[in-house]
């Protein structure tokens, strides 16, 4: 009867122990009825990577620069005698060709016509004059001897009378010579095949001796000045000189030859300074089907350099402390090599590596010597890189 009592009187406390026995044989029951989980085979520790096979070769270096085109002769035309401008020739405008020889323009000729008539007629009277000086100091020395055994005297031959004939007759050469000269100035003539960059005269217009009449640009040769940096000159042959360049502007190029080196370091940029040569750069001779290379262009310039016999090219993010990361049957091998030149991203090796070495392209967190390596598949890898764009998409 007091059990009832007993069971009444403990209900809080005994309802909730119930509660905990009863969920803790359910769950053993649900425990004992579950499928155990698959082993997993033990995990492959060797670290995937891809590879690269490398194969030293010959290899042609370069050295990059830039410069604008400038014709090697630029000729500012002067007027040498003064005068009205009376002609013009079409193409002495700016832009214009013109050839070696071409009449660009005419000063007015009639008052140096007349300086070269009146040179002349002054030649002719001083041509006169010495002859009549030279018959007279004969006939003086016929008479002098006649009668007198002694040497004639200069006064008594006209020598003195002669000496300033002969100096007239030479006074009467140079003064036709300079009227000729003077005349001939009065035609402006192309000194060579020329592009005209300017014309400052006109038809009418009065020039003064000294006057600048238009200006002129050689269009047979021109030359681009290269800045080099002085850590580039070691991978040139001869310091550049003779060396072929390959020119580019856009989509266009053009080869030159270093011709000479200015022999000096810029004080301000540090940089030596190349210069090469062009040869008809407005394709006015060969008249090849190809493009010409303007004055005042900005061309990009590769100069050709330094032959190496067995080289190869790396990234040049993969070279630590001068190693490289070689694959070697499954293991890291962190191999010293000789990098000879680092430029625009990549590394030349010249020395330390094999052909057939495996390099390792894949970027390695803790890269230790002797680490195992497997190299991934090429299937694996292109599977994910297809799962990688359809993602993307």
């Known amino acids: 009867m007091q ?8 209900i809080r406390w005994l309802a909730p122990v119930l509660i905990i026995v009863l969920s803790a044989a359910l769950l053993g029951v649900l425990a004992s009825l579950r499928t155990p989980p698959p082993e997993r085979p033990p995990q492959n520790a060797a670290e995937l990577v891809e590879v690269q096979a490398l194969t030293p070769s010959s290899m ?3 050295v990059r620069s830039q410069g ?4 090697k002769y630029t000729t500012e035309l002067v007027a040498q005698v003064s005068g009205e401008i009376v002609s013009l020739a079409p193409a002495f405008e700016r832009g214009g060709i013109v050839k070696k020889g071409d009449v660009l323009a005419t000063i007015d000729p009639t008052n140096y016509e007349v300086a ?3 040179a002349k007629a002054s030649l002719a009277s001083a041509e006169a004059g010495l002859e009549q000086e030279q018959a007279q100091s004969e006939v003086a020395r016929v008479e002098w001897e006649d009668i007198n055994d002694r040497p004639a005297p200069a006064l008594g031959l006209r020598k003195p009378q002669l000496a300033q004939a002969e100096a007239q007759l030479t006074a009467a050469r140079a003064a036709l010579k300079q009227a000729s000269k003077d005349l001939a100035r009065t035609q402006i003539i192309a000194p060579y095949d020329a592009l005209v960059s300017e014309r400052s005269i006109s038809l009418g217009s009065f020039v003064n001796v000294g006057s600048t009449m238009g200006q002129l640009m050689d ?8 800045p080099i940096a002085e850590s580039e000159f070691r991978y040139l042959h001869q310091e550049g000189v003779g060396s072929v360049v390959n020119l580019r502007s856009g989509d266009q190029t053009w080869q030159a030859k270093i011709v000479r080196g200015e022999g000096v370091v810029d004080s301000e940029t540090r940089m030596r300074y190349l210069v090469a040569e062009i040869a008809d750069p407005y394709q006015l001779e060969t008249q090849r089907d190809a493009s010409t290379l303007a004055f005042g262009t900005y061309v990009v310039a590769d100069i050709v350099g330094r032959q190496l016999q067995q080289a190869v090219t790396v990234p040049r993010s993969l070279v630590r402390d001068g190693q490289v990361p070689l694959y070697d049957e499954g293991l890291l091998e962190l191999r010293e090599v000789n990098v000879i030149r680092e430029a625009q991203g990549q590394a030349v090796i010249d020395s330390g590596i094999n052909p057939g070495d495996k390099l390792i ?3 390695l967190d803790y890269p230790v010597p002797g680490m195992a390596l497997e190299i991934r598949s090429t299937t ?5 890189e297809s799962q990688a764009e359809a993602e993307a998409e």
């Open 3 to 10: 059990t009832p009592g007993f069971f009444r009187r403990n």
């Open 60 to 62: 042609q270096l370069t």
């Open 68 to 71: 604008l085109v400038t014709a």
């Open 116 to 118: 070269l008539e009146n």
């Open 219 to 226: 269009v047979s040769l021109a030359q681009v000045r290269l």
């Open 361 to 363: 392209t894949t970027a």
């Open 380 to 384: 694996a890898s292109a599977s994910n």
